[in-house]
């Protein structure tokens, strides 16, 4: 039985992929451990691992509506990460692990791979690095010009010294690791041609289940972007937009505004904070979208067309790789006005050829091997 370190951010897009891969490794007979608060322990605990608690730093809300927010957040991982490093080191002082296991924003995985020379495993729940394909040339470049560059190099610094880590950069953590895992197949994956077999590309880990959610008896198209970015604005918008229009619009706002803030909706559009994503995906027509990964596989996984409307950089690739294979179009936010939206979603409700295009890729999704395919790779990298 090997002994196994889950580390995570709190966020579902980088908690949700390692769940069920932990829960699997856990019924083969692994110990895992996973560092969490407890809003993730709530989600942890049903796999059988074990929780090693921290408490978090409390952390603003930041508004991601273009790079330099981008950059406040990613400051923002830094931040957290200095309060929460010191109590996931004592949670393994006598206890180490075999193998980490992190998702490519949970930085303690690799700065303790490094100190205790352990191999690890990354978690892309966006796109992954190659040696081909630089991803982290988005985040130096975003950081080039920002106001909290200083303040971040400081901090960053500041821990590797403070924590006897070996010297490291922020541009590391955005190369591949040993091993990696893409939850995403291979044919969607941008520059898939630079990926060789230190990536296990396993699509999502969990297929969307049933859940109850009755349609509307017409067209559907759900507008979201996901739970971390809030737009009021954006979501008026979509109601000029898609008001009277021959369609149902279920919009989903996240948790940084209340629907009640939108006002009186027109009979075509229903608002709520938060909608059960797969199941409405399972009856929509179109998907006005920001290109989470989740968000996106789950449309893959439905064959569902969008219109990506990304707001960080990696969002972008994302957005860039959908009209490129053909599976929908993306506007910039700043280009989201209502007659551009109300154009976009019109494109895709009648494209038989996008429809073709995105079946293909469903099949593709579906034949990925999901947490069962990541389990194998994991434990045929287990030390000896």
Same mark, same amino acid.
């Given at each position: ?86 109590? *996931?080191?004592?949670?393994? =002082? ?11 924003? =949970? ?31 988005? *985040? ?87 739970? *971390? ?27 940084? *505004? ?127």
């Amino acid at each position: 039985m090997a002994h196994l370190a889950f580390m995570s951010l709190a966020e579902s897009g980088h908690l949700n992929p390692l769940l069920p891969i932990a829960r699997e490794l856990v019924e083969r007979g692994h110990r895992v451990t996973f560092p969490a608060d407890e809003s993730m322990a709530e989600r942890i605990g049903p796999t059988g691992a074990e929780v090693i608690s921290y408490e978090p730093r409390p952390a603003e809300t930041i508004v991601i509506d273009g790079m330099d927010a981008a950059a406040r957040a990613t400051l923002a991982v830094l931040q957290q990460l200095e309060h929460v490093l010191p109590q *996931i080191e004592a949670g393994y =002082a006598d206890d180490r692990p075999d193998l980490i296991v992190n998702d490519w924003l =949970a930085w303690a995985g690799p700065m303790l791979a490094a100190k205790w020379r352990l191999p690890r495993i990354q978690s892309w729940s966006a796109h992954a690095a190659s040696e081909g394909y630089d991803f982290g040339k988005f *985040i130096v470049g975003m950081f080039a010009a920002s106001p909290v560059k200083a303040e971040f190099d400081t901090l960053f610094a500041a821990i590797l010294s403070r924590h006897g880590i070996p010297p490291l950069q922020l541009h590391d953590f955005y190369k591949p690791a040993e091993f990696n895992l893409v939850y995403q197949p291979k044919s969607f994956h941008v520059h898939n041609e630079t990926f060789d077999d230190r990536y296990a590309f396993v699509g999502p880990t969990r297929l969307p289940a049933a859940q109850d959610w009755t349609p509307p008896g017409r067209p559907l198209v759900l507008v979201s972007l996901g739970t *971390i970015i809030s737009r009021p604005d954006f979501f008026h918008t979509c109601i000029q937009a898609f008001a009277d229009e021959p369609y149902h619009v279920v919009m989903s706002v996240g948790r940084g *505004i209340s629907p009640a803030d939108l006002g009186p909706l027109p009979a075509n559009i229903e608002a709520h904070q938060h909608v059960p994503q797969p199941a409405v995906l399972a009856h929509a027509d179109a998907f006005v979208t920001h290109t989470g990964m989740n968000s996106t596989m789950e449309a893959l996984a439905a064959a569902v067309p969008m219109v990506a409307i990304p707001h960080t950089p990696e969002e972008q690739t994302t957005a860039d790789r959908i009209a490129a294979l053909g599976l929908g179009s993306t506007l910039a936010p700043a280009d989201a006005t209502a007659e551009h939206l109300r154009e976009a979603v019109r494109g895709l409700l009648d494209e038989p050829a996008t429809r073709q295009r995105l079946r293909a890729m469903q099949d593709d999704v579906r034949a990925a091997g999901g947490a069962l395919r990541a389990t194998d790779a994991i434990e045929a990298r287990l030390p000896r």
